[in-house]
Each structure stands twice: as C-alpha cells, then as structure tokens.
C-alpha cells in the first residue's frame, strides 16, 4: 500500500468531514427555502373567502376555493374508506395466515411494485376502467384512484405493525380458545393500534396532495360538488390549472392553495411521526 | 349431566374471516395484472399502427396523425440521469454525515428534516420549481454555467430557466430523502466492532468509510439506488411544471423538453382523436413496463442482500 503521510490524510479527511455537513446543509437550506416561498406568498391568498367563496374569474376581486377544498375531502374521505379496509385486511392476510407461503409472497411482491408505480399509471388505469365506460369524469373515479394508490401502502404498513405483534399474546388469546378472527381484531390490533392508525394518517396525507391521479379522473371543476358523479373541483388539480394560467390573481390563489396543502401534509406527518417517536421512546 | 352451554358449536366465522383476507391479498395481484391489461388493451390501436417503431419516432403530430415516443423517453432517460448524479452522491455523504459525524440530537433531528423533504407534495415542488427556482437558474446558475463550459454542447442556449437540467435538479431533491434515509440505515447495520477495528489500525474516519463502511453496506446502497431511481422515472407533476413540454431532442440540458409522465399530464384530457389517445396509453404502457422492471430488479437485489446480511432493511 502506498504510504502516505498523516497530514495528507488527516487533511482529506477534514475535507470529507466539512463536505458531507455542507450537503446535510444544502438539503436542510432547500426544505427552508421551499417552505419559506410557500409560506411568505401562501399567506397574503389566505382570508375568510378563501374558504368559503367559489373561485373568482380572472380580473375579478375575491373568490376562494371553498368548492375545491370541499372536493378533496370528499374525495380523500372516500378513498379513504375504499382503500383503509382492503388494505388492512390484505396485511392482515400477509401476516396472519400468509407467513410463509407462496401465494404470501407473490402478494408482497405486488404490493411493492403497486407502491412503486407512479401515480400517473394509476390515473390512466382508472380512466380506461371507469371514465371511458360510465362516459364522464367524475369524482368518485378521482377517489378510487386515490384508493388505489393508498392500498399497498396499508397494506405494507398494517404487515409490518402487526408484526411487531408478540406471539405469546396470539398463542394466550388461543389457549383461551378464541377464534382468529377475535384475536386478530380485537388482541392484535388493539396491540398495534398506534401503528396502525399513524401509518393509515400518513397514507391518506401522502394522497391528499397527489394530483397526477386526478388529472384525468375527478378532472376540475368551478362549481361547488353537488354530486360525485360528475367532475369535481378540487385543490391540486385547481393549482396545476391556475399556476400554468396567465393571471396574477389565480396564482395568487394557487399559491394560497398550495400553503393549505403543504400545511395539511406536512402538519399531518409531522404530528404522526412525533407521536410514534414519542411512542417509542417511552417503551 | 348438563353438558357445559357454552361448548355448544357456534357458527364458525373463522373459514370466512380467512378467505376475506385472501380475497384482498389476491385483489392487489389483481389490481396489478388489470393495469397491465387495460394498458396493452388501451394502446392496442397505436400498437398495430406504429409498432416497434413508436419507440423510436421523434414525430408527435396530432394533425398528421404521427406519433413516436422517442423525445419523450430521451427527456425521462435524460432528466432522471441528471438526478442519480446528483442524489446519489449527496445522499452517501448527507448519509455519511449522519451515521458518523453528528451528534446524535443532530443526527435525529437533520436527518428529520430530510425526511420531510419526502412528504413535500409533488405539486408544490412544480409551483417553487416554476416561480421561484426556474427564475433563480435562469439569473445565476446557467449563465455561470454557459460561461465556464467554454463550447460544451451540453450548456448552450437561451438560460430560460425551465428546461432539462432545472427538472434534473428537483427531481434530485425528491428522491435525495429515499436514497438517504436507506443508506443512512444501511451504515447503521455495519457492525461497531468492524468498524472500531479500522479506528484500531489508526485509520481517519474517512478511511473507515471508504474501506470498511461504504464496501459493506454497498449492495444495500445499490438497492436504495434502484429505489430512487423508480421514483425519479415516473415523477409527474414537479417535472411537467418546469420542463418545459416541447416534443424534440436537443442535446443542451437548457432546452426545454418533456418527459413521458409530463406528456401525459399535459396531453390526455386533449386527446381527442382514438389515435392520438391510444398512442398516449401506450406512453403510459412504456412507462409502467419500465418501472416494473426496476422495481422487480431492485426487489430482487434487497432480497439477495438481506440474506446475506441477514438483517431486515
């Protein structure tokens, strides 16, 4: 090996110490930066109208996106409740009863490449499979799609929780002689309840803020939702629409838009992740 | 004697219980093989018209009807390669600098922060991209970069600020957090006493790192690399906001290009023709194929890993 003297090493080494803390740095600087922007110019949109007035036409004074916030809830609500069951039963299923099996495998195999699809596919999926048969945008394929992305990752995170699960509490619920479904719903996930519950928040807050899904399903729409049968206004795609549009005033919107959705993300996941840190240390 | 009531046989939910949770396990493969299906079977149309061809075509004309998916495969194939270069290097040594150097209240606490940059919703990567960082490369980053490049093709051109290289960038930003905090975990699994024997030897603390950490956790990083990559590929919303959406290969990162997620995102609700859409699907189905494949091959590889490590990652 070839000498080299201690000076030169220990310089190098100081250079790769002072590098890697300046990259921890960069990365910090653009989550600041990012967050600033979005705060400084979300702000000024930010009144009592723009929750509940409907969009303003460009040039005229006021509006709000009361119909677009209105649609994302509905529509992440019902995602919500298409997605959560299937997915936890679908971990509770690669588990319980699938722990080492084939059929096991092959469905966590799925569920990772689902999770790595991009959203995008998912919205082109749901458009063949819905829009073009039942002929119209709407908002309930805007949720299924939502569903549809939120799935695997239920599914993974309820596997995962449930697995921290002991076997001595199955095994004493068994001998106690009470059915699988009993332990399973009322012993282990009562268990795992935290888990469980932090993962399905941070799977809805992640799928709150998508738009490429909504793009072609749910589409966009200036009116408050009557029905989720038709299109359906809501906030990111109303960004994407308002931030490529000429007007100073709808940007100012999406820019107002934007703060709430960072603020509903990031607020969720923050408090999510605090919770289980919290957890975790206190065990 | 009364036999005990309560040995009755009940009715036995169990078999029932069992078979729904299979039933939703085998709808997620279900799921999976119906996007494949109604992909090919939506794109049927451009596939018997183009073929193979359609891979290879630079022409995107909706009004003589010729489509090819080569400008946007190049602006995936050349945004997402600006990106690996950039992230993974950043999220070796931001790992590096976690792992090693920090205190562990700084270490928890950047190493959150970096987190979050992963729940920044895409979108709101596309609004800072457009208003605030496009304008900012524009101004300071590409002219300086035009001006110390000399003749390289690759800086040429009007500094409009969208473009190539500026997508390449915030892509880098997203997934940095995903090849970071695998990475970070990796390191982490290398055990102290393989480590502490390198400190033995008199060894900086970047010697160790290069010799005993970054050799021992490599397949682990590979594997945070496939991930990252994955994303990168099929990132929508932040990419179509900045990059421009013009159907033509030019070889300076400057120039304004599109990507097949962004063509998608901007085209499908216009497509009115059958033709023009299915040649749309069949972007999509080029885009699926290739996330499966690295998806599977990243799978793969994790797997190979966390048996020999015998660790879960």
């Known amino acids: 090996m070839r000498e080299r003297s201690i000076a030169v090493r220990r310089l190098t080494d100081l250079l790769v110490r002072a590098l890697s803390s300046l990259a921890a740095l960069i ?68 588990s319980e009863f699938g722990r080492g099996t084939r059929f096991a495998e092959w469905v966590r195999f799925c569920t990772n490449i689902l999770m790595g699809t991009p959203s995008i596919i998912i919205g082109v999926f749901v458009y063949i499979l819905l829009v073009v048969p039942l002929k119209s945008f709407s908002g309930y394929a805007g949720a299924v799609a939502l569903a549809v992305i939120m799935l695997p990752v239920v599914a993974r995170t309820t596997e995962d929780m449930l697995g921290l699960v002991p076997n001595a509490l199955r095994e004493s619920a068994m001998a106690l002689g009470a059915p699988r479904w009993k332990i399973t719903l009322s012993i282990v996930f009562r268990a795992a309840r935290t888990g469980l519950i932090t993962g399905i928040m941070l799977a809805v807050a992640r799928v709150s803020g998508e738009t490429a899904p909504l793009l072609f399903t749910s589409l966009n729409s200036p009116y408050w939702p009557r029905s989720l049968g038709e299109p359906t206004s809501n906030l990111t795609v109303t960004i994407f629409n308002y931030a490529m549009s000429p007007y100073d005033d709808w940007q100012a919107m999406a820019w107002g838009a934007s703060f709430l959705i960072t603020a509903g993300v990031l607020g969720a996941t923050v408090l999510t992740r605090g919770i289980l840190w919290y957890r975790s240390r206190n065990q | 004697m009364d036999k005990p009531t309560n040995l009755k046989p009940r009715l036995n939910v169990d078999p029932a219980f069992r078979w729904l949770t299979i039933a939703c396990g085998f709808f997620i493969l279900l799921l999976l093989a119906g996007i494949l299906i109604e992909l090919v079977h939506g794109s049927r149309l451009s596939l018997d018209k183009f073929g193979l061809g359609f891979l290879f075509s630079q022409s995107w004309n909706p009004v003589t009807e010729e489509y090819g998916a080569a400008s946007s495969i190049y602006g995936t194939l050349v945004s997402t390669a600006i990106a690996m270069l950039i992230a993974v290097p950043l999220s070796l040594i931001i790992a590096l600098f976690l792992v090693e150097l920090a205190p562990p209240r700084v270490s928890r606490l950047v190493g959150g922060a970096i987190e979050l940059l992963a729940a920044i919703p895409s979108i709101i990567y596309g609004m800072w991209g457009l208003f605030v960082f496009a304008p900012f490369m524009a101004d300071h980053v590409q002219p300086f970069l035009a001006r110390i490049s000399g003749n390289l093709p690759l800086f040429q051109g009007p500094p409009m600020g969208i473009g190539m290289l500026t997508a390449g960038i915030i892509l880098a930003l997203m997934i940095l957090p995903f090849i970071t905090s695998v990475t970070r975990d990796v390191f982490r699994m290398v055990p102290a006493v393989v480590k502490e024997s390198g400190y033995g030897m008199g060894s900086t603390t970047w010697e160790v790192t290069r010799k005993v950490t970054i050799p021992y956790g490599i397949e682990g990083v590979v594997g945070a690399c496939f991930l990252g990559l994955g994303r990168a590929i099929g990132e929508t919303m932040a990419v179509t906001f900045v990059i421009g959406n013009r159907h033509e290969i030019s070889l300076s990162l400057f120039s304004a290009g599109n990507s097949i997620a962004s063509t998608l995102a901007n085209e499908f609700t216009e497509a009115a023709e059958d033709i023009y859409l299915s040649s749309l699907i069949e972007l999509g189905l080029v885009l699926f194929a290739v996330t499966v494949i690295l998806q599977i091959a990243a799978q793969l590889w994790l797997r190979r890993t966390r048996r020999k490590m015998g660790v879960g990652l």
């Open chain 1, 27 to 94: 990365g910090i600087v653009f989550l600041g930066w990012i967050l600033y922007v979005i705060l400084v110019r979300g702000m000024g949109a930010i009144n009592w109208d723009f929750f509940t007035e409907l969009p303003a036409p460009p040039g005229m004074p006021g509006g709000g996106m009361g119909s677009a916030i209105v649609g994302t809830l509905l529509m992440t609500v019902l995602a919500m409740l298409i997605g959560v069951p299937i997915g936890l039963l679908a971990g509770v299923f690669l």
